[in-house]
């Protein structure tokens, strides 16, 4: 089946830091693959996807690029800001299974002034 | 534009008490619906899905049920509450069709069982 494991958390940074968190999946077939994003004691809201190879996904200065070949999907952003403390789960979905995705555990991120 | 609505937001309710969380999706027809548990600090967990009006398939075997008595609509329940059922509650929603799509949340609703 499938599945997604990202890095673990919590990652913590300082303002203007580069950023990378880790994701990788296992599926079958050609899935699609989302970063979604959950602010404190909010619902997740979509951050970007990418539904082919080699695609690139970006969204308020954050990206991430569709590497089949590495089964990857790793998000970055070049200078963090204090508002970009939240949770990130990666996810990917298929078309052929009602449209369920599967998630990652989530990566919590802070970033300090 | 569409919106998902849940509520309450927030429920505190006894071991052993019942439940009902109410999902309602606006601006969209025939939509794919989902219920998913985030324990604390913990990633999410796909409770129960939907395709259709009355068309419920569950994920994992539990004291909870799901229902879809509108195309719009999705009720979670129980009949009993367990401690173990508390965490945030999220319920989300996605187009049905033949490419995967963006799933969209809710607001989520955070249940305490005491």
């Known amino acids: 089946g499938n599945s997604v494991t990202q890095m673990e958390g919590p990652v913590t940074l300082s303002e203007e830091a580069f950023l990378t968190i880790n994701c990788t999946y296992t599926a079958t077939g050609y899935p699609s693959l989302f970063w979604y994003v959950q602010y404190p004691g909010e619902g997740l809201q979509l951050l970007l996807k990418?539904?082919?190879?080699?695609d690139k996904g970006s969204n308020k200065g954050f990206e991430a690029t569709y590497r089949k070949e590495t089964t990857s999907f790793h998000l970055e952003k070049g200078s963090v800001q204090v508002s970009d403390s939240a949770v990130y789960f990666c996810?990917?979905?298929?078309?052929?299974?009602?449209?369920?995705?599967?998630f990652g555990d989530g990566t919590t991120l802070t970033v300090k002034p | 534009s569409q919106t998902i609505h849940q509520w309450p937001a927030t429920l505190v309710q006894p071991v052993g008490s019942p439940l009902s969380l109410e999902c309602t999706v606006e601006g969209t027809s025939n939509p794919n619906l989902y219920w998913y548990r985030q324990a604390a600090g913990r990633g999410l967990q796909l409770l129960f899905y939907?395709?259709?009006?009355?068309?419920i398939s569950s994920e994992v075997p539990q004291n909870l049920s799901a229902s879809r008595p509108q195309d719009r609509q999705f009720i979670l329940s129980s009949k009993k509450l367990l401690l173990s059922d508390s965490g945030f509650y999220l319920c989300a929603w996605s187009r049905v069709s033949g490419a995967a799509d963006t799933q969209y949340f809710g607001p989520g609703t955070r249940l305490t069982v005491l």
């Open positions: 990418a539904t082919k190879a080699d």
């Open positions: 939907s395709v259709g009006i009355g068309q």
């Open positions: 996810a990917l979905s298929d078309n052929t299974n009602a449209g369920k995705s599967t």
